[in-house]
């Protein structure tokens, strides 16, 4: 059983929390609950409505979409990564599905600490920020690329007509 | 309800009353006697006849005909009476003084107590009235009602009544007896004496009553502004979300202040005004006082009135105000009853009542063919009307879904199918009859209807079910009520026009639903909540509750169960994700304290919050090495606390997390402070207590600090057994301990049957053991038992303890509980997405498609019109119109696509729920 030190100095060896203070550090640890799943564990479904966040600890979980009937995996977080922020920012029900990928280890932060240690920490919250403008840039090429592929498939076509 | 309220009484208590006044009336010469006898030993034999030696002798028991010397011109001996000597005669006179003054006292206390009786009779029915009227009013105006108000005027308003009922006929006639018989009294003693009372009294009467007529308006305004307050009460409490929202608690403060500011200066007035008139009274009253000492003292001197007389006319005197001023008290309490009467009764008082035969015509039956709406329309509140010339069947068998634009017309439709407000024009047709005439008692029982409403009342989860089987007593009971016989509730509840049901008497109809008996019927509440979706939520309610497992279903199976989820865990290799309770080793998953106590505390001073300050632990405590251990672990628990806690103010997050206060945790960080001053380490016997508390909770792997070092949990042990001895012999034994052999009644089910605690934080395994519990009972055949303690579930005030979903759920289950031949849904289940909504409405179309022979209608208003689909017949209405009438396919094309819309997923960002 790891106890609430090692837990904290693995948090600090993140860039994520790195910049908050060491007693902070701990009380969130200490109000986190520590999950673990194993592969292909679902950790939430698609509008399921609880708004906790998760920091993956150790292993990697999937971003899934089952909107067409079958899952399809559209996304690979990997160790250290945050998801569910988007439901503890804006209080929507889950807009995807995750999947735990091998064996995964995360903690599960209550909206309303996690929501609480932002407003305490102005580093992590330009941290995460951070994270999710990145986030944004990779949709954005996503979609610009996507619609790049969708006009040559039109041009094709009215080519080929 | 006669709006006169000595009318009503009398119409009520005829008889009684004629009965009162015989007794009265009978009463009235002992009380005669009972003045005159002390004028007749003053001047009998205590004074004696100074002509004869040793004062002579004296008649006793002497009767003579009243008035018989200025009738007949001399006086009337009816009976010789007893010649005595002066002793003998005052003792005699002494004893009938006693005598008189006892069958008096009788005489009051037989009046009082059936005053009492009768009294309490009219408020008995009064109440019952007004609520039988409640019952009885339109579905849609009852809404209207503010609840606290009404249950303020039958509760409240009507109880100061009796009072005044008691006295409504008796009182006048005992006091004016009593009245007349005094001033006849003072009339014979002496001629002035009665005219001079005469006067007086004759001037009370006039002038009091002036002076109070201003007393019963004030008492009239002070009733409106009590109970406006009540009703703003139950207002400001109904909205409190709103209040503590829109940070409107001082304004509801500055209006219940106002209110009763206007309570305090109206009562106010009232008393200057009540004790001005109580003074003029009593001033007019002792002022005639003097005239008698005088003038009787005049007639004395001058030799024309005995001392006897005037000593009794002034005891006869002293006794008239009562009377007279109770007779003016009772004119004004007349007033001010039948002020409060019209009051109390007004709000009841409407004519669109519906008839009392609609519910008490116990005429039960079965919906043959079906509805039919002929022309309806129903406008709510005189705005557009929402349905208009609407006119279709719906048969039973068939399955009909309404889907309107806009939604409120389709509500209001089913709501018009269920009586819940009645049409406008046109009509609603059963079986070819018309739904208003027919009794509730018909429609009650063979229509069901759910819809987005969430209110249950409280009680168990069966009683939910089974309370809609209750329309009228089926079988007697033979449990006595606590208070008063069967028989005598009966014959007292007829007294009083109450109907005679027996609330005590089984009123479960079983055979409607095809159970012979109440065990029986547990299948069909299994089925109904099947069916409503609700089966697996009740089991979870059920395997999370303690059982009083009056069968020994699963206490006789407990150890097999233990036995068999080990075995379970062993093949499946979940053992590492359970620890089991065992006495010989500390159980990491509990805290300290659980695990000194090792078990369940029935007494609350072993509650494992407490145990840091109960007497026999901190006694154990002190002779243990544990102590020390503990205060090192306290110590511990507390830098760490204030370590994350930090210099941090914002604490609210802190509190949540260790469910310390922020004062507490000043406290904590002054002791730390107070500690570290000190050189050696050295703790204050309280500080070390605070400490020991702090460990007490400590659980190693939710807290995680590395703490539970071997020797303390060795230390626990210890404890735990010292713990164990000195309470094997205390009875009632305060603490029921773990025992693997025995089921615990405080433990809940599942953890019955686990006997220890989930030690992993693998999500999957978690549920993995969730489900082996449960396979085990089913195995078992126990499953059936974890149903029916589910059924035990007491749900709270108004179903809080379920959630939205099951509350309507529970609705739905309500609805097909009575096996309805028509079954209206309306809007019913919104509280769940639409993938849920879909496959519940699936469930009961399944259920009802089953009943081969038997099928109910349904007819269903959709929370999403894609569900229409479901449904045999489609209806569509545009603005209150039906636009049209067919199988699914062929209408859902023709709707526009704003009708099919989609509403929003309960959950979104406009309503996160609590």
């Known amino acids: 059983m790891t106890s609430l030190n090692d837990e904290v100095a693995l948090l600090r060896t993140v860039p994520f929390f790195s910049s908050i203070d060491s007693g902070r550090l701990k009380l969130l640890a200490y109000a986190s609950e520590k999950l673990a799943f194993e592969d292909g564990d679902l950790i939430f479904r698609k509008g399921e409505a609880e708004n906790d966040t998760f920091f993956i600890l150790d292993g990697a979980a999937d971003v899934v979409d089952e909107t067409g009937g079958e899952a399809i995996t559209i996304a690979h977080l990997p160790r250290y990564s945050l998801f569910g922020e988007i439901s503890a920012f804006c209080n929507v029900p889950r807009t995807a599905t995750m999947r735990a990928s091998g064996h995964l280890m995360v903690l599960r932060i209550p909206q309303e600490h996690f929501i609480d240690l932002i407003r305490s920490s102005p580093a992590m919250a330009l941290q995460i920020i951070r994270v999710l403008a990145l986030r944004l840039v990779d949709t954005t090429s996503d979609l610009v690329a996507a619609r790049a592929e969708g006009h040559s498939v039109h041009n094709d076509a009215s080519g080929s007509a | ?914």
């Open chain 2, 1 to 914: 309800m006669q709006r006169n309220f000595l009318k009503y009484i009398w119409a009520n208590t005829k008889p009684y009353q004629i009965w009162m006044a015989v007794v009265i009336l009978v009463s009235m010469p002992f009380y005669f006697f009972s003045l005159e006898l002390p004028k007749r030993i003053i001047n009998g034999p205590i004074q004696g006849d100074p002509s004869q030696v040793g004062g002579g002798t004296g008649r006793y028991f002497e009767v003579t005909l009243p008035f018989a010397e200025r009738i007949v011109g001399q006086p009337l001996v009816l009976f010789q009476g007893f010649e005595l000597s002066r002793l003998p005669l005052l003792l005699a006179l002494c004893a009938t003084l006693l005598v008189l003054i006892i069958l008096n006292g009788w005489f009051k206390l037989y009046i009082n107590t059936f005053k009492g009786k009768t009294s309490e009779r009219v408020l008995r029915r009064m109440r019952y009235e007004m609520l039988d009227r409640v019952l009885r009013f339109p579905v849609a105006e009852a809404r209207q009602v503010k609840s606290a108000e009404v249950a303020g005027i039958i509760k409240d308003e009507v109880e100061p009544l009796a009072d005044f009922i008691g006295e409504s006929y008796s009182g006048p006639l005992f006091l004016s007896g009593q009245a007349i018989t005094g001033l006849t009294f003072l009339f014979l003693q002496n001629i002035w004496f009665g005219l001079l009372t005469m006067v007086i009294v004759t001037v009370q009467f006039v002038i009091i009553p002036m002076l109070r007529r201003r007393l019963i308006e004030l008492g009239k305004e002070r009733q409106i502004t009590a109970r406006t307050m009540a009703g703003r009460i139950g207002e400001i409490l109904q909205g409190i979300d709103d209040v503590h929202l829109n940070d409107t608690s001082n304004y509801a403060r500055a209006d219940l202040t106002h209110r009763l500011g206007d309570i305090f200066f109206i009562r106010l007035e009232l008393f200057k005004r009540k004790y001005l008139v109580k003074f003029i009274n009593n001033l007019l009253m002792q002022s005639l006082a003097i005239l008698f000492y005088l003038i009787g003292g005049y007639f004395v001197i001058v030799g024309q009135l005995d001392i006897g007389a005037l000593v009794a006319s002034i005891a006869a005197y002293k006794d008239l105000p009562g009377p007279i001023s109770g007779l003016i008290n009772w004119d004004q309490q007349r007033q001010m009853a039948q002020v409060r009467y019209i009051h109390a009764i007004e709000g009841f008082l409407r004519d669109d009542l519906e008839p009392a035969s609609l519910q008490s015509e116990d005429r039960p039956g079965r919906i043959e063919t079906g509805y039919e709406a002929r022309q309806l329309g129903i406008r709510v509140d005189g705005a557009q009307p929402l349905l208009e010339g609407v006119s279709m069947q719906l048969k039973r068998g068939e399955t009909v879904a309404l889907v309107a634009k806009p939604t409120e017309s389709g509500v209001l439709l089913l709501q018009g199918l269920a009586r819940l407000v009645d049409p406008t024009s046109g009509r609603i047709q059963v079986d070819g009859a018309d739904l208003r005439g027919l009794p509730e008692s018909l429609t009650g029982r063979v229509v069901g209807y759910a819809d987005s409403n969430t209110f249950l009342p409280s009680g168990k989860v069966r009683d939910l079910f089974v309370e809609v089987l209750k329309n009228r007593p089926m079988r007697e009971s033979a449990a006595e009520p606590d208070r008063g016989s069967k028989t005598a509730r009966e014959a007292e509840a007829r007294r009083a026009g109450n109907p005679t049901f027996d609330f005590l008497a089984d009123w479960t109809d079983y055979e409607r639903v095809g159970a012979a008996f109440e065990e029986d019927l547990i299948d069909h509440i299994e089925a109904v909540a099947r069916c409503a979706g609700l089966y697996e939520d009740i089991c979870v309610l059920g395997i999370n509750s303690p059982l009083h497992d009056e069968t020994g279903a699963i206490t006789s199976h407990i150890v097999e169960a233990r036995e068999r989820l080990r075995a379970h865990f062993a093949a499946s290799g979940l053992e590492a994700y359970v620890e089991p309770f065992d006495s010989h080793r500390y159980h990491m998953q509990s805290t300290v304290a659980e695990n000194i106590l090792f078990g369940m505390p029935l007494d609350p001073a072993f509650d494992p919050q407490n145990l840091a300050h109960n007497p026999a632990v901190a006694d154990l405590l002190a002779a243990s090495r544990a102590r020390a251990l503990l205060i090192e672990l306290g110590l511990e628990v507390a830098r760490t606390f204030t370590e994350m806690f930090g210099s941090d103010s914002d604490s609210a997050l802190f509190e949540t997390v260790t469910g310390l206060t922020p004062e507490r945790i000043d406290q904590i960080r002054q002791m730390l402070a107070r500690i570290d001053r000190e050189a050696d380490g050295a703790i204050e016997r309280e500080d070390e207590d605070e400490l020991i508390a702090l460990a007490m909770n400590y659980v190693e792997p939710r807290d995680r600090f590395g703490l539970m070092s071997e020797p303390l949990q060795e230390a626990v042990l210890e404890l735990r057994r010292g713990l164990h001895r000195h309470l094997e012999s205390v009875t009632p034994p305060p603490v029921a301990f773990y025992d693997e052999a025995t089921y615990s009644p405080s433990l809940t089910i599942a953890e019955n049957i686990l006997f220890g605690r989930v030690a992993t934080n693998l999500v999957g395994g978690r549920a993995r053991i969730t489900s082996a519990v449960r396979e085990v009972l089913k195995e078992l055949d126990l499953w059936r038992a974890v149903f029916a303690a589910g059924l035990d579930f007491e749900v709270g005030t108004g179903g809080k303890g379920l959630t939205d979903g099951q509350r309507q759920k529970m609705r739905l289950a309500r609805a097909l509980m009575k096996k309805p031949d028509i079954l209206i849904l309306n809007h019913a289940l919104g509280a769940f997405p639409s993938g849920d909504q879909k496959a519940l409405l699936e469930g009961v179309l399944d259920g009802a498609r089953s009943q081969s022979d038997d099928r109910p209608g349904i007819i269903c208003a959709p929370v999403d019109p894609a569900h229409a689909a479901l449904f045999e017949r489609v209806v569509l209405f545009e603005d209150g119109r039906l636009i049209e009438d067919g199988a699914p396919s062929a209408v859902l094309g023709r709707a526009d696509a704003e009708m099919l819309e989609k509403p929003r997923e309960p959950g979104t960002v406009a309503e996160v729920r609590e």
